[in-house]
């Protein structure tokens, strides 16, 4: 029988290590399933045994750092000491008996992009330079002696986790962290040994490889990894992709350079990425990045060595994926927030069963941002990541009926997961089509992920043999008609319309109404309200040809929980497209072709428009559930927007943990 991707499934050397696949864990910094100490606990384990079930060759775990008293972290990443033989022991036990292998990612720390929220004392770096955050800030340059100690901790970090059964160690130097501040002249401006050329400015990099080999052999694997292009147009300016910029840090050609240097050296592969902390959205490519936004770098480097390279950047599309190793663009195709959200992802490519993954819609919600006064690591469609032994979904003690009003993602994501236990589920949605809002969210063209998210819980609702009623709108009568045990209100939320003069005209429409096609707008047209929904509407408008403005009333737009990456990539995108913008900014009065706006500052604006679209939030449809509450004998729940307009994430964890427990 014939493999459907058949390169994504062949066997690779790297050092003594031979990987079963060419499917990696991209390394992603989870410092919450760590303790207090920075050492794994109970739940870094499951996480990482789960992706290996999943099926992936290769897990490379976020960094670790060496030693933390040449830069101390509030927010402990380590430092790796013999504590951390026994979680790695039971880790690599679990996994080396799937066929597995793993290597973990070491650091020097962060240098320069210290913060003071997580660095104790003056931040670190090869030269006193700024420090990212505050220029008044300068840093304290490292000694030699510094310098020695750091090679030392990585040789004794190394050797400890060796002996936990540790396949191989990734150097992390990328992302404008410690070792990558060594490695490029924008920030080492040294002149001993450490700093100079390319090949001077890589000699901190060189020592820790040729202390980890002195200690563990010339087989031992040692990978480094480095962003080919630094994508920086300013210390806090990111470039987007096609623009045409002048490169402050790292450019492709010193990136090649850097390759062949390596490769010279001895490092047995190298891992390809892109980007710093600046903007974050190449370190850390949202939704709006294309699916293999940094497989072209890979490809210039596969070009130009002939050790593996690993290639990284939403790569989760099979088709994709495999044609990268096909077409000799990468060795190995790296998976970060994919394998959050599928974590069985390699087994169901390899299976064929592409339709049944669980995409990742490049949020950065629940994998990175915090939340409720904590950081969980977890994943906005996957609530079981990070948490896989406590949110097993295990069957029902005793099955029930479970009613569910509306076919949004949290009454899908209840439906699945209910359906899944071994209830008997029956959904209605009073639309023709389920999906609720995932609907216009994923119109867009960079938004595609969450139409595929759609396309996925339809599919598996209706496999799991969920009775879905569509176009029906449930009523306390039929409630009462099907007689369930348990009933879940997920009826959503509807666009928030602002009483404000002249927003009843014919030219003022709602943004779902507008995605969804229901209604149009013409010529030059003002956006009100500067959330997420409300810039990415004004995005896609101007990409459909109009004159886009944004009117908000805070002093800053997406003034929400936000990951950072899509926070600043959607703006940057913004900006690049001309869209004009207003902050601090108030509608008083909509006219029949302009907006009258008052700044915060006293001065009145009017701001010609033919067409006004409102986007100032979101208000629950809770008319339902307050009805069955009053009128229905067993429990009733009321599940995502219904009971709070948030976010997807808010929608499907709701719907996961109710349905979980009933």
Same mark, same amino acid.
């Given at each position: 029988?014939?493999?459907?991707?058949?390169?994504?499934?062949?066997?690779?050397?790297?050092?003594?290590?031979?990987?079963?696949?060419?499917?990696?864990?991209?390394?992603?910094?989870?410092?919450?399933?760590?303790?207090?100490?920075?050492?794994?606990?109970?739940?870094?384990?499951?996480?990482?045994?789960?992706?290996?079930?999943?099926?992936?060759?290769?897990?490379?775990?976020?960094?670790?750092?060496?030693?933390?008293?040449?830069?101390?972290?509030?927010?402990?990443?380590?430092?790796?000491?013999?504590?951390?033989?026994?979680?790695?022991?039971?880790?690599?036990?679990?996994?080396?008996?799937?066929?597995?292998?793993?290597?973990?990612?070491?650091?020097?720390?962060?240098?320069?992009?210290?913060?003071?929220?997580?660095?104790?004392?003056?931040?670190?770096?090869?030269?006193?330079?700024?420090?990212?955050?505050?220029?008044?800030?300068?840093?304290?340059?490292?000694?030699?002696?510094?310098?020695?100690?750091?090679?030392?901790?990585?040789?004794?970090?190394?050797?400890?986790?060796?002996?936990?059964?540790?396949?191989?160690?990734?150097?992390?130097?990328?992302?404008?962290?410690?070792?990558?501040?060594?490695?490029?002249?924008?920030?080492?401006?040294?002149?001993?040994?450490?700093?100079?050329?390319?090949?001077?400015?890589?000699?901190?990099?060189?020592?820790?490889?040729?202390?980890?080999?002195?200690?563990?052999?010339?087989?031992?694997?040692?990978?480094?990894?480095?962003?080919?292009?630094?994508?920086?147009?300013?210390?806090?300016?990111?470039?987007?992709?096609?623009?045409?910029?002048?490169?402050?840090?790292?450019?492709?050609?010193?990136?090649?350079?850097?390759?062949?240097?390596?490769?010279?050296?001895?490092?047995?592969?190298?891992?390809?990425?892109?980007?710093?902390?600046?903007?974050?959205?190449?370190?850390?490519?949202?939704?709006?990045?294309?699916?293999?936004?940094?497989?072209?770098?890979?490809?210039?480097?596969?070009?130009?060595?002939?050790?593996?390279?690993?290639?990284?950047?939403?790569?989760?599309?099979?088709?994709?994926?495999?044609?990268?190793?096909?077409?000799?663009?990468?060795?190995?195709?790296?998976?970060?927030?994919?394998?959050?959200?599928?974590?069985?992802?390699?087994?169901?490519?390899?299976?064929?069963?592409?339709?049944?993954?669980?995409?990742?819609?490049?949020?950065?919600?629940?994998?990175?941002?915090?939340?409720?006064?904590?950081?969980?690591?977890?994943?906005?469609?996957?609530?079981?990541?990070?948490?896989?032994?406590?949110?097993?979904?295990?069957?029902?003690?005793?099955?029930?009926? %479970?009613?569910?009003? #509306? *076919? &949004?993602?949290? @009454?899908? =994501?209840? +439906?699945?997961?209910?359906?899944? !236990?071994? /209830?008997? $589920?029956?959904?209605?949605?009073?639309?023709?089509?389920?999906?609720?809002?995932?609907?216009?969210?994923?119109?867009?063209?960079?938004?595609?992920?969450?139409?595929?998210?759609?396309?996925?819980?339809?599919?598996?609702?209706?496999?799991?043999?969920?009775?879905?009623?569509?176009?029906?709108?449930?009523?306390?009568?039929?409630?009462?008609?099907?007689?369930?045990?348990?009933?879940?209100?997920?009826?959503?939320?509807?666009?928030?319309?602002?009483?404000?003069?002249?927003?009843?005209?014919?030219?003022?429409?709602?943004?779902?109404?507008?995605?969804?096609?229901?209604?149009?707008?013409?010529?030059? %047209?003002?956006?009100? #309200? *500067? &959330?997420?929904? @409300?810039? =990415?509407? +004004?995005?896609?408008?101007?990409? !459909?040809? /109009?004159? $886009?403005?944004?009117?908000?009333?805070?002093?800053?737009?997406?003034?929400?929980?936000?990951?950072?990456?899509?926070?600043?990539?959607?703006?940057?995108?913004?900006?690049?497209?001309?869209?004009?913008?207003?902050?601090?900014?108030?509608?008083?009065?909509?006219?029949?072709?302009?907006?009258?706006?008052?700044?915060?500052?006293?001065?009145?604006?009017?701001?010609?428009?033919?067409?006004?679209?409102?986007?100032?939030?979101?208000?629950?449809?809770?008319?339902?559930?307050?009805?069955?509450?009053?009128?229905?004998?067993?429990?009733?729940?009321?599940?995502?927007?219904?009971?709070?307009?948030?976010?997807?994430?808010?929608?499907?964890?709701?719907?996961?943990?109710?349905?979980?427990?009933?």
């Amino acid at each position: 029988m014939s493999k459907p991707f058949p390169h994504l499934f062949q066997p690779l050397q790297i050092g003594n290590v031979r990987l079963k696949n060419r499917i990696a864990m991209a390394p992603m910094g989870f410092g919450a399933l760590s303790d207090d100490n920075g050492v794994p606990t109970q739940r870094y384990v499951d996480y990482f045994a789960e992706r290996a079930k999943g099926g992936a060759g290769l897990l490379l775990t976020g960094m670790l750092k060496v030693e933390d008293q040449i830069e101390h972290l509030r927010a402990r990443r380590g430092p790796v000491t013999r504590e951390f033989i026994k979680p790695f022991a039971d880790l690599t036990e679990q996994i080396h008996a799937l066929g597995t292998k793993i290597f973990v990612q070491l650091s020097a720390g962060l240098g320069y992009q210290g913060r003071p929220h997580n660095v104790v004392g003056t931040p670190v770096a090869p030269s006193p330079i700024p420090s990212f955050v505050d220029d008044k800030v300068i840093c304290r340059e490292l000694s030699t002696d510094d310098i020695a100690s750091l090679v030392t901790a990585f040789g004794n970090a190394a050797e400890i986790l060796a002996k936990a059964g540790v396949d191989g160690i990734e150097v992390h130097g990328h992302a404008g962290f410690l070792i990558d501040q060594f490695s490029c002249s924008l920030w080492n401006k040294r002149t001993d040994r450490y700093g100079g050329d390319l090949r001077g400015r890589m000699t901190f990099a060189f020592e820790i490889f040729d202390e980890i080999k002195r200690r563990l052999g010339p087989g031992y694997p040692v990978q480094y990894r480095y962003g080919l292009r630094h994508y920086m147009k300013a210390v806090r300016q990111s470039a987007l992709p096609g623009e045409d910029y002048i490169e402050l840090g790292r450019d492709i050609d010193e990136g090649l350079e850097l390759s062949r240097i390596l490769e010279e050296h001895g490092f047995d592969s190298l891992a390809i990425d892109a980007g710093t902390a600046t903007g974050h959205y190449w370190a850390h490519p949202p939704i709006y990045q294309q699916h293999g936004c940094m497989l072209d770098l890979s490809a210039m480097v596969k070009e130009t060595v002939s050790i593996p390279v690993i290639a990284v950047g939403r790569l989760d599309i099979p088709e994709l994926a495999n044609s990268a190793i096909a077409d000799g663009k990468a060795d190995v195709i790296s998976l970060a927030k994919a394998l959050l959200a599928d974590p069985y992802w390699p087994t169901k490519v390899q299976r064929g069963k592409v339709e049944d993954i669980r995409p990742c819609i490049g949020c950065h919600q629940a994998c990175s941002e915090q939340f409720s006064g904590r950081y969980l690591n977890s994943c906005t469609v996957n609530p079981a990541c990070g948490r896989e032994r406590t949110h097993t979904i295990l069957p029902a003690l005793q099955p029930q009926k %479970v009613l569910i009003a #509306g *076919g &949004g993602v949290a @009454g899908m =994501e209840t +439906a699945r997961v209910a359906a899944l !236990r071994g /209830h008997s $589920v029956v959904l209605y949605e009073k639309s023709t089509e389920l999906g609720g809002h995932l609907i216009e969210a994923g119109i867009p063209e960079d938004k595609k992920d969450v139409e595929r998210l759609n396309d996925w819980y339809k599919r598996q609702i209706k496999l799991l043999g969920v009775d879905i009623h569509t176009g029906t709108e449930v009523t306390t009568g039929l409630v009462e008609q099907e007689n369930p045990d348990v009933v879940i209100v997920a009826t959503g939320s509807v666009d928030l319309l602002p009483r404000i003069p002249g927003s009843d005209r014919s030219h003022v429409v709602a943004t779902t109404a507008l995605f969804k096609g229901d209604v149009s707008v013409r010529g030059r %047209v003002i956006v009100v #309200g *500067g &959330g997420e929904n @409300g810039c =990415e509407i +004004a995005l896609w408008l101007r990409r !459909r040809g /109009h004159e $886009v403005a944004v009117v908000e009333r805070q002093s800053r737009l997406v003034n929400i929980p936000v990951a950072n990456a899509n926070r600043n990539m959607l703006l940057d995108m913004l900006v690049d497209e001309g869209v004009e913008i207003h902050t601090d900014t108030t509608v008083q009065e909509i006219g029949c072709q302009h907006v009258r706006v008052i700044r915060a500052s006293g001065e009145v604006l009017e701001l010609a428009c033919n067409s006004v679209v409102m986007s100032v939030g979101m208000r629950s449809e809770r008319g339902l559930y307050e009805a069955i509450s009053d009128s229905f004998g067993g429990p009733v729940y009321g599940v995502g927007d219904c009971a709070d307009p948030t976010n997807i994430m808010k929608a499907v964890w709701d719907g996961f943990e109710v349905a979980r427990t009933i």
